[in-house]
Protein backbone atom coordinates (compact mmCIF):
# COMPACT_ATOMS: atom_id res chain seq x y z
CA UNK A 1 0.00 0.00 0.00
CA UNK A 2 1.21 3.10 -0.95
CA UNK A 3 0.18 5.64 1.51
CA UNK A 4 -0.96 9.62 0.41
CA UNK A 5 1.60 10.97 2.81
CA UNK A 6 4.44 9.72 5.38
CA UNK A 7 5.41 11.59 7.59
CA UNK A 8 9.12 13.26 7.95
CA UNK A 9 11.19 11.09 10.08
CA UNK A 10 15.06 11.97 10.26
CA UNK A 11 17.09 9.69 12.81
CA UNK A 12 18.53 13.12 13.99
CA UNK A 13 15.07 13.77 15.48
CA UNK A 14 15.69 11.40 18.33
CA UNK A 15 19.03 13.26 19.22
CA UNK A 16 17.43 16.51 19.62
CA UNK A 17 14.64 15.44 21.42
CA UNK A 18 16.97 13.24 23.89
CA UNK A 19 18.30 16.60 24.22
CA UNK A 20 15.40 18.16 25.40
CA UNK A 21 14.00 15.85 27.65
CA UNK A 22 17.26 15.22 29.20
CA UNK A 23 19.18 18.84 29.42
CA UNK A 24 16.24 21.27 29.44
CA UNK A 25 12.42 22.27 30.53
CA UNK A 26 9.90 20.72 28.45
CA UNK A 27 7.52 23.97 28.57
CA UNK A 28 7.00 26.72 25.80
CA UNK A 29 10.05 28.88 24.84
CA UNK A 30 13.01 27.13 25.80
CA UNK A 31 16.44 26.22 23.58
CA UNK A 32 14.89 24.57 20.34
CA UNK A 33 11.70 27.37 20.18
CA UNK A 34 14.64 30.00 19.94
CA UNK A 35 16.81 27.76 17.57
CA UNK A 36 13.73 27.38 15.35
CA UNK A 37 12.19 30.64 15.51
CA UNK A 38 15.78 32.04 14.73
CA UNK A 39 16.99 29.94 11.85
CA UNK A 40 13.34 30.69 10.27
CA UNK A 41 13.75 34.70 10.69
CA UNK A 42 17.21 33.94 8.98
CA UNK A 43 16.04 32.03 6.57
CA UNK A 44 12.96 33.96 5.50
CA UNK A 45 14.42 36.78 6.25
CA UNK A 46 10.91 37.42 8.51
CA UNK A 47 11.50 39.92 11.46
CA UNK A 48 9.96 37.83 13.97
CA UNK A 49 8.67 34.09 14.14
CA UNK A 50 6.58 33.11 17.11
CA UNK A 51 6.22 29.11 17.48
CA UNK A 52 2.53 28.11 18.42
CA UNK A 53 0.87 24.99 19.01
CA UNK A 54 -1.11 24.59 15.29
CA UNK A 55 -1.61 27.12 11.91
CA UNK A 56 -4.91 27.10 13.81
CA UNK A 57 -3.28 28.70 17.27
CA UNK A 58 -1.24 31.11 14.24
CA UNK A 59 -4.36 32.46 12.56
CA UNK A 60 -6.58 32.80 16.22
CA UNK A 61 -3.62 35.13 17.32
CA UNK A 62 -3.71 36.65 14.07
CA UNK A 63 -7.88 37.59 14.37
CA UNK A 64 -7.46 39.29 18.04
CA UNK A 65 -3.94 40.88 16.92
CA UNK A 66 -6.91 42.47 14.10
CA UNK A 67 -9.31 43.12 16.73
CA UNK A 68 -11.78 41.15 15.01
CA UNK A 69 -15.21 41.34 16.40
CA UNK A 70 -18.93 41.18 15.76
CA UNK A 71 -20.11 42.64 12.25
CA UNK A 72 -16.64 43.12 10.70
CA UNK A 73 -16.48 41.22 7.54
CA UNK A 74 -13.18 39.14 6.63
CA UNK A 75 -12.41 38.32 3.16
CA UNK A 76 -10.88 34.69 1.66
CA UNK A 77 -11.65 31.77 -0.46
CA UNK A 78 -13.92 29.08 0.48
CA UNK A 79 -11.57 26.36 -1.54
CA UNK A 80 -9.75 26.35 2.44
CA UNK A 81 -9.45 24.63 5.27
CA UNK A 82 -11.94 25.63 8.72
CA UNK A 83 -9.70 27.15 10.63
CA UNK A 84 -8.80 30.02 8.02
CA UNK A 85 -12.62 30.73 8.87
CA UNK A 86 -12.74 29.46 12.09
CA UNK A 87 -10.44 31.95 13.71
CA UNK A 88 -12.05 34.93 12.51
CA UNK A 89 -15.60 33.67 13.46
CA UNK A 90 -14.58 32.67 17.06
CA UNK A 91 -14.08 36.56 16.86
CA UNK A 92 -17.63 37.29 16.00
CA UNK A 93 -16.50 38.15 12.21
CA UNK A 94 -18.82 37.27 9.54
CA UNK A 95 -16.33 35.61 6.43
CA UNK A 96 -16.93 36.86 2.85
CA UNK A 97 -15.95 34.03 0.70
CA UNK A 98 -14.15 34.88 -3.06
CA UNK A 99 -13.84 32.96 -5.68
CA UNK A 100 -10.75 31.19 -6.89
CA UNK A 101 -8.45 31.31 -10.28
CA UNK A 102 -8.87 27.92 -12.22
CA UNK A 103 -5.02 28.12 -12.92
CA UNK A 104 -3.59 27.97 -9.37
CA UNK A 105 -6.59 27.02 -6.99
CA UNK A 106 -6.05 30.55 -5.01
CA UNK A 107 -8.52 33.05 -4.40
CA UNK A 108 -8.59 35.23 -7.30
CA UNK A 109 -7.09 38.84 -6.61
CA UNK A 110 -9.25 40.61 -9.45
CA UNK A 111 -12.44 39.36 -7.64
CA UNK A 112 -11.12 41.15 -4.49
CA UNK A 113 -12.39 44.72 -4.85
CA UNK A 114 -15.78 44.54 -5.64
CA UNK A 115 -15.92 41.61 -2.46
CA UNK A 116 -14.52 44.96 -0.11
CA UNK A 117 -17.07 47.17 2.04
CA UNK A 118 -16.58 49.32 5.24
CA UNK A 119 -16.97 46.44 7.02
CA UNK A 120 -13.72 44.40 5.93
CA UNK A 121 -11.03 44.04 8.64
CA UNK A 122 -9.26 42.10 6.80
CA UNK A 123 -7.98 39.53 3.62
CA UNK A 124 -6.65 36.28 4.17
CA UNK A 125 -5.31 34.63 2.10
CA UNK A 126 -4.14 30.41 1.30
CA UNK A 127 -1.28 29.89 -1.07
CA UNK A 128 -2.52 26.65 -2.05
CA UNK A 129 -0.34 23.71 -2.59
CA UNK A 130 2.70 26.50 -1.42
CA UNK A 131 2.27 28.12 -4.65
CA UNK A 132 2.07 32.00 -3.80
CA UNK A 133 -1.17 34.51 -4.43
CA UNK A 134 -0.31 37.11 -6.35
CA UNK A 135 1.23 39.01 -4.09
CA UNK A 136 1.47 42.12 -5.61
CA UNK A 137 -2.10 42.90 -6.77
CA UNK A 138 -3.41 41.73 -3.29
CA UNK A 139 -0.86 43.76 -1.08
CA UNK A 140 -1.76 47.06 -3.69
CA UNK A 141 -5.57 46.24 -3.32
CA UNK A 142 -5.40 45.98 0.77
CA UNK A 143 -2.88 48.55 1.14
CA UNK A 144 -4.78 51.50 -0.57
CA UNK A 145 -7.68 51.13 2.18
CA UNK A 146 -5.64 50.04 4.83
CA UNK A 147 -6.91 46.73 5.09
CA UNK A 148 -4.30 44.30 6.98
CA UNK A 149 -3.41 40.81 5.23
CA UNK A 150 -3.30 37.37 6.25
CA UNK A 151 -1.23 34.76 4.79
CA UNK A 152 -2.40 31.06 5.93
CA UNK A 153 0.90 30.22 4.23
CA UNK A 154 0.09 26.49 6.10
CA UNK A 155 1.10 24.80 3.13
CA UNK A 156 3.62 27.25 2.04
CA UNK A 157 7.21 26.82 4.13
CA UNK A 158 10.15 26.92 1.80
CA UNK A 159 7.68 28.40 -0.98
CA UNK A 160 8.72 32.33 -2.12
CA UNK A 161 7.23 34.93 -4.27
CA UNK A 162 9.80 37.22 -6.08
CA UNK A 163 11.97 36.45 -3.95
CA UNK A 164 10.43 36.96 -0.82
CA UNK A 165 9.29 33.56 1.42
CA UNK A 166 5.27 32.98 1.97
CA UNK A 167 4.40 34.28 5.18
CA UNK A 168 7.03 37.29 5.17
CA UNK A 169 4.46 39.61 3.03
CA UNK A 170 1.61 40.43 4.69
CA UNK A 171 1.05 41.89 8.10
CA UNK A 172 0.93 38.30 9.37
CA UNK A 173 1.67 35.36 8.02
CA UNK A 174 0.93 31.52 9.33
CA UNK A 175 2.70 28.52 8.84
CA UNK A 176 1.67 24.65 10.00
CA UNK A 177 4.16 22.13 11.48
CA UNK A 178 1.25 19.58 11.17
CA UNK A 179 2.47 15.71 10.58
CA UNK A 180 0.79 16.64 6.72
CA UNK A 181 3.36 19.18 5.98
CA UNK A 182 6.12 19.43 4.61
CA UNK A 183 8.27 19.87 8.12
CA UNK A 184 6.45 18.51 11.40
CA UNK A 185 6.47 18.64 14.65
CA UNK A 186 3.39 16.30 14.88
CA UNK A 187 1.30 19.36 15.67
CA UNK A 188 2.47 23.14 15.32
CA UNK A 189 2.98 26.18 13.80
CA UNK A 190 4.20 29.52 14.03
CA UNK A 191 3.51 33.03 13.59
CA UNK A 192 4.99 35.31 11.48
CA UNK A 193 5.34 39.04 12.74
CA UNK A 194 6.11 41.31 9.66
CA UNK A 195 4.39 44.08 11.06
CA UNK A 196 6.35 45.06 13.87
CA UNK A 197 3.79 46.98 15.57
CA UNK A 198 1.78 43.92 16.32
CA UNK A 199 4.25 42.15 17.85
CA UNK A 200 4.34 43.33 21.85
CA UNK A 201 1.19 42.52 21.68
CA UNK A 202 1.47 39.41 19.86
CA UNK A 203 3.72 37.66 22.68
CA UNK A 204 1.40 38.67 25.12
CA UNK A 205 -2.15 36.78 23.14
CA UNK A 206 0.49 33.65 22.84
CA UNK A 207 1.30 33.85 26.43
CA UNK A 208 -1.90 33.56 27.95
CA UNK A 209 -2.58 37.48 27.89
CA UNK A 210 0.28 38.51 30.07
CA UNK A 211 3.22 39.94 29.61
CA UNK A 212 5.55 37.33 30.66
CA UNK A 213 7.84 37.48 27.49
CA UNK A 214 8.94 40.71 28.60
CA UNK A 215 9.57 39.79 32.33
CA UNK A 216 11.64 36.62 31.34
CA UNK A 217 14.00 39.25 28.97
CA UNK A 218 14.44 41.11 32.16
CA UNK A 219 12.40 44.09 31.26
CA UNK A 220 9.80 44.13 33.92
CA UNK A 221 10.43 43.60 37.61
CA UNK A 222 6.68 40.92 37.62
CA UNK A 223 4.53 39.52 35.00
CA UNK A 224 0.98 40.39 35.15
CA UNK A 225 -2.76 39.86 32.95
CA UNK A 226 -2.81 42.87 30.56
CA UNK A 227 -4.76 41.87 27.57
CA UNK A 228 -6.76 38.37 26.46
CA UNK A 229 -5.11 35.62 25.17
CA UNK A 230 -4.19 31.83 25.29
CA UNK A 231 -1.83 28.89 25.56
CA UNK A 232 -0.61 29.44 22.15
CA UNK A 233 3.24 27.96 23.00
CA UNK A 234 4.18 24.65 21.76
CA UNK A 235 6.06 22.07 24.22
CA UNK A 236 10.03 22.14 23.67
CA UNK A 237 9.06 18.24 23.15
CA UNK A 238 7.31 18.93 19.28
CA UNK A 239 9.49 21.77 18.94
CA UNK A 240 12.87 19.26 19.23
CA UNK A 241 11.43 17.48 16.64
CA UNK A 242 10.99 20.15 13.81
CA UNK A 243 14.78 21.30 14.28
CA UNK A 244 16.48 18.93 12.83
CA UNK A 245 14.11 19.47 9.51
CA UNK A 246 14.87 22.98 9.29
CA UNK A 247 18.31 21.91 9.55
CA UNK A 248 18.10 19.67 6.00
CA UNK A 249 15.14 21.62 4.95
CA UNK A 250 16.65 21.98 1.63
CA UNK A 251 17.91 18.47 1.07
CA UNK A 252 13.90 17.69 2.08
CA UNK A 253 12.95 20.15 -0.25
CA UNK A 254 15.22 19.04 -3.35
CA UNK A 255 13.74 15.31 -2.36
CA UNK A 256 10.10 16.40 -2.46
CA UNK A 257 10.95 18.98 -5.52
CA UNK A 258 11.86 15.85 -7.51
CA UNK A 259 8.81 13.44 -6.92
CA UNK A 260 6.85 16.57 -8.08
CA UNK A 261 8.84 16.75 -11.26
CA UNK A 262 8.82 13.31 -12.27
CA UNK A 263 4.85 13.11 -12.17
CA UNK A 264 4.81 16.53 -13.88
CA UNK A 265 6.75 15.20 -16.81
CA UNK A 266 5.17 11.76 -16.70
CA UNK A 267 1.89 12.98 -17.49
CA UNK A 268 2.33 16.37 -19.47
CA UNK A 269 1.66 14.34 -22.62
CA UNK A 270 -1.84 13.72 -21.09
CA UNK A 271 -2.35 17.82 -20.65
CA UNK A 272 -1.07 18.48 -23.90
CA UNK A 273 -4.17 15.59 -25.16
CA UNK A 274 -6.66 17.68 -22.75
CA UNK A 275 -7.21 14.76 -20.54
CA UNK A 276 -5.87 16.29 -17.22
CA UNK A 277 -4.62 19.81 -16.10
CA UNK A 278 -1.85 19.63 -14.01
CA UNK A 279 -0.68 22.25 -11.48
CA UNK A 280 0.52 26.60 -12.80
CA UNK A 281 3.44 28.09 -10.69
CA UNK A 282 3.27 31.08 -12.14
CA UNK A 283 5.95 33.27 -13.33
CA UNK A 284 8.09 34.51 -10.13
CA UNK A 285 6.78 31.84 -7.82
CA UNK A 286 9.09 28.89 -6.39
CA UNK A 287 7.36 25.99 -5.29
CA UNK A 288 7.90 23.83 -2.30
CA UNK A 289 6.27 20.61 -3.78
CA UNK A 290 3.84 20.72 -0.87
CA UNK A 291 1.61 18.90 -3.47
CA UNK A 292 0.65 17.17 -6.87
CA UNK A 293 -2.41 17.53 -8.24
CA UNK A 294 -4.17 16.79 -11.27
CA UNK A 295 -7.63 18.00 -12.17
CA UNK A 296 -9.52 15.09 -14.19
CA UNK A 297 -12.72 15.82 -16.39
CA UNK A 298 -15.66 16.09 -13.66
CA UNK A 299 -16.80 14.86 -10.28
CA UNK A 300 -17.65 11.05 -11.56
CA UNK A 301 -14.34 10.56 -13.49
CA UNK A 302 -12.39 11.77 -9.92
CA UNK A 303 -14.67 9.00 -7.79
CA UNK A 304 -13.19 6.60 -10.30
CA UNK A 305 -9.85 7.58 -10.36
CA UNK A 306 -10.05 7.17 -6.75
CA UNK A 307 -11.30 4.10 -6.09
CA UNK A 308 -9.13 2.54 -9.38
CA UNK A 309 -5.79 3.63 -7.02
CA UNK A 310 -7.44 2.15 -4.17
CA UNK A 311 -7.93 -0.85 -6.00
CA UNK A 312 -4.31 -1.05 -7.29
CA UNK A 313 -3.10 -0.29 -3.50
CA UNK A 314 -2.71 3.45 -4.10
CA UNK A 315 -4.07 6.31 -1.66
CA UNK A 316 -4.88 9.38 -3.50
CA UNK A 317 -7.38 12.36 -2.14
CA UNK A 318 -9.29 14.89 -3.01
CA UNK A 319 -9.38 18.49 -1.12
CA UNK A 320 -11.28 21.03 0.49
CA UNK A 321 -15.08 20.88 0.29
CA UNK A 322 -15.97 24.36 -0.13
CA UNK A 323 -16.64 26.51 2.86
CA UNK A 324 -19.36 28.20 1.85
CA UNK A 325 -21.68 25.08 0.82
CA UNK A 326 -20.74 23.66 4.65
CA UNK A 327 -23.14 24.25 7.40
CA UNK A 328 -21.45 26.75 9.01
CA UNK A 329 -19.98 27.94 6.07
CA UNK A 330 -24.14 29.13 5.50
CA UNK A 331 -24.26 30.02 8.70
CA UNK A 332 -20.97 32.28 9.35
CA UNK A 333 -20.78 33.10 5.61
CA UNK A 334 -21.47 33.89 2.49
CA UNK A 335 -20.07 34.08 -1.26
CA UNK A 336 -19.55 37.39 -3.27
CA UNK A 337 -20.39 37.37 -6.44
CA UNK A 338 -20.80 34.33 -8.83
CA UNK A 339 -18.67 30.91 -7.84
CA UNK A 340 -17.67 30.33 -11.20
CA UNK A 341 -14.68 28.26 -10.04
CA UNK A 342 -14.43 26.88 -6.27
CA UNK A 343 -17.19 24.38 -6.27
CA UNK A 344 -16.24 23.31 -10.04
CA UNK A 345 -12.98 23.06 -10.04
CA UNK A 346 -12.30 21.39 -6.42
CA UNK A 347 -14.92 18.37 -7.73
CA UNK A 348 -12.56 17.87 -10.24
CA UNK A 349 -8.88 18.16 -8.27
CA UNK A 350 -7.04 15.12 -6.18
CA UNK A 351 -4.55 14.63 -5.01
CA UNK A 352 -1.63 12.21 -5.87
CA UNK A 353 0.90 10.70 -3.10
CA UNK A 354 3.93 12.69 -2.52
CA UNK A 355 6.63 12.64 0.35
CA UNK A 356 9.86 12.63 1.78
CA UNK A 357 12.06 9.84 0.68
CA UNK A 358 9.34 8.30 -1.95
CA UNK A 359 10.83 5.34 -2.77
CA UNK A 360 11.72 5.10 -6.94
CA UNK A 361 9.26 1.95 -6.89
CA UNK A 362 6.98 4.03 -5.21
CA UNK A 363 6.66 7.05 -7.22
CA UNK A 364 6.97 4.38 -10.77
CA UNK A 365 4.04 2.47 -9.25
CA UNK A 366 1.89 5.55 -8.77
CA UNK A 367 2.59 7.22 -12.13
CA UNK A 368 2.00 3.16 -14.15
CA UNK A 369 -1.02 3.24 -12.50
CA UNK A 370 -2.53 6.84 -13.36
CA UNK A 371 -1.53 6.41 -17.14
CA UNK A 372 -3.48 2.97 -16.71
CA UNK A 373 -6.63 4.96 -15.78
CA UNK A 374 -6.12 7.85 -18.28
CA UNK A 375 -5.48 5.55 -21.19
CA UNK A 376 -8.51 3.53 -20.19
CA UNK A 377 -10.43 6.48 -19.77
CA UNK A 378 -9.72 8.17 -23.04
CA UNK A 379 -10.52 4.85 -24.66
CA UNK A 380 -13.88 4.71 -22.91
CA UNK A 381 -14.89 7.77 -23.60
CA UNK A 382 -13.64 7.57 -27.34
CA UNK A 383 -15.94 4.38 -27.31
CA UNK A 384 -18.76 7.20 -26.04
CA UNK A 385 -18.27 9.30 -28.93
CA UNK A 386 -18.64 6.73 -31.58
CA UNK A 387 -21.70 5.30 -30.12
CA UNK A 388 -23.16 8.20 -29.59
CA UNK A 389 -22.92 9.29 -33.49
CA UNK A 390 -24.86 6.05 -34.54
C1 LIG B 1 -2.98 22.47 7.41
C2 LIG B 1 -3.67 23.76 7.19
C3 LIG B 1 -4.17 24.53 8.26
C4 LIG B 1 -4.20 24.03 9.68
O1 LIG B 1 -2.95 23.77 10.20
P1 LIG B 1 -2.85 23.16 11.68
O2 LIG B 1 -1.39 23.33 12.00
O3 LIG B 1 -3.27 21.74 11.61
O4 LIG B 1 -3.72 23.97 12.57
C5 LIG B 1 -4.73 25.76 7.99
N1 LIG B 1 -4.81 26.22 6.74
C6 LIG B 1 -4.37 25.52 5.68
C7 LIG B 1 -4.48 26.10 4.30
C8 LIG B 1 -3.79 24.26 5.87
O5 LIG B 1 -3.37 23.55 4.81
Known sequence: ?????????????????????????????????????????????????????????????????????????????????????????????????????????????????????ERTKAI????????????????????????????????????????????????????????????????GGAILINNLKYLERAEIIREKGTNRTRFYRGEIDKYSWVDIGSSYLPSEFNVSYLYGQLLAADEINQNRISVWRYYYEELEKFQKEGVIELPIVPEGCIHNAHMFYIKLKDLDTRSRFISYMQNKGIHCVFHYVPLHTSEAGQKYGCFAGEDTYTTKESERLVRLPVFYNMADGEKEQVIENVINFLVQESHVSYKDKENAGK
Open 1 to 117: MIPFNRTVYLPSALGYVGDAVFNHKLAGDGKYTKLCSEWMEKHFMADKVLMTTSCTAALEIAAILLDIHEGDEVIMPSYTFVSTANAFVMRGARIVFVDIRPDTMNIDEEKIEAAIT
Open 124 to 187: VVVHYAGISCEMDRIMDIAGKRGIPVVEDAAQGVMSFYKGHALGTIGDLGCYSFHETKNYTMGE
